[in-house]
């Protein structure tokens, strides 16, 4: 584990899913069953979003009044908070989201340019924040799934984006949008295009595009998805599907050639994203262009 969590506090809810891990955060897909959650302190930074059902959550404490759960509605735990028992009276499906403690202080830091030890977390219960359940929607469905080699990718620049709009959202400073905002010139997109061209194949982590660029990897994901159209994570899977495109039209390799030429690491990772981005699994296009030469797909 890269991190210590305090999974402990769920015990007795169950998981639909095996959890994920990487460096900078875990996420875990839980039904919360009616009871209790214990009482714990928090070792990382924690997020919960509801993803389905409806329940009453109290705090036996009292710091809250009593919330009501339902599909969007997320709780926010500070690393280091000790948390009271708190009591779901209906059964309840959760994204458990668990930040690494480091994230908070190093975006408060390169985003926004402010002295860590000046930002502190709120505890905050009842959030109703389109951008969280957003996120939280994204990792259930790729805790769902088989695991794709882009997943790091896209968990360090979600883990970048929850970070920094938690320090921007929901700490003791209340931010206001930097006065000169960094830019990606066509200089420095251009040095990324270029290191994704040499290298789409493997393993490019999102510190390493944006290193090309000299910005945070919360700053260039943004800037990177408005001068592309497309994020980091999803530009690397489109450059894949390119290459395997022109590889299936040669009609030569087997199909779990190009999946490992092209950095899919699996014929059945291949097939998967290649129809869910064409419609039309390898197979079926190469069969395509076999009987219809002339066509553009």
């Known amino acids: 584990m890269a991190f210590p969590v305090h999974i402990h506090r769920y015990e007795g809810s169950s998981r ?23 009482p714990v302190t928090c070792t990382c930074t924690t997020i919960s ?5 409806r329940a009453l959550a109290r705090w036996m404490d009292g710091t809250f009044r009593p ?8 709780t926010l735990q500070p690393v ?18 668990f930040l690494a403690p480091s994230l908070t202080a190093s975006s408060a830091m390169t985003d ?30 790729m805790s769902s799934r088989p695991p794709e080699s882009t997943d790091p990718l896209f968990a360090e620049g979600a883990s970048s984006l929850l970070a920094a709009h ?12 930097a006065t000169i905002l960094p830019s990606l010139s066509d200089h420095k997109l251009k040095r990324v295009i270029d290191l994704v061209e040499s290298r789409f194949a493997e393993a490019i982590s999102l510190s390493e595009l944006a290193a090309e660029t000299c910005l945070s990897p ?14 980091p994570h999803r530009y690397i899977t489109e450059r894949r599907i390119q290459d395997a495109k022109a590889r299936l039209a040669e009609g ?25 981005h064409t419609g039309l699994t390898p197979s079926q296009f190469r069969t395509l262009r076999r009987n219809a030469p002339k066509a553009h797909f």
């Open 166 to 177: 938690l320090v921007s959202r929901y700490s003791n400073i209340r931010l206001r949008p």
């Open 80 to 97: 280091g908070l000790e948390e009271t028992e708190v009591e779901i009276t209906s059964p309840v499906e959760s994204l458990l989201i």
């Open 218 to 231: 919360f700053h260039f994901s943004r800037l990177f998805q408005k001068a592309t159209g497309l994020s």
């Open 49 to 53: 979003v509801a993803l389905a059902g």
């Open 252 to 276: 030569r390799l087997p199909l779990v050639e190009i999946a490992l030429e092209a950095g899919f690491g699996s014929q059945g990772n291949f097939n998967r994203i290649f129809r869910k």
């Open 67 to 74: 919330v009501a759960v339902r599909p969007g509605i997320a």
């Open 112 to 141: 926004f340019d402010i002295d860590p030890a000046r930002v502190e977390l709120v505890r905050t219960a009842g959030i109703s924040d389109p951008l969280l359940n957003e996120v939280a929607v994204a990792l259930r469905d």
């Open 16 to 38: 639909l899913h095996a959890p994920l891990e990487w460096p900078t955060m875990r996420i875990e897909h839980r039904l919360l069953t009616p009871g209790f959650l214990r």
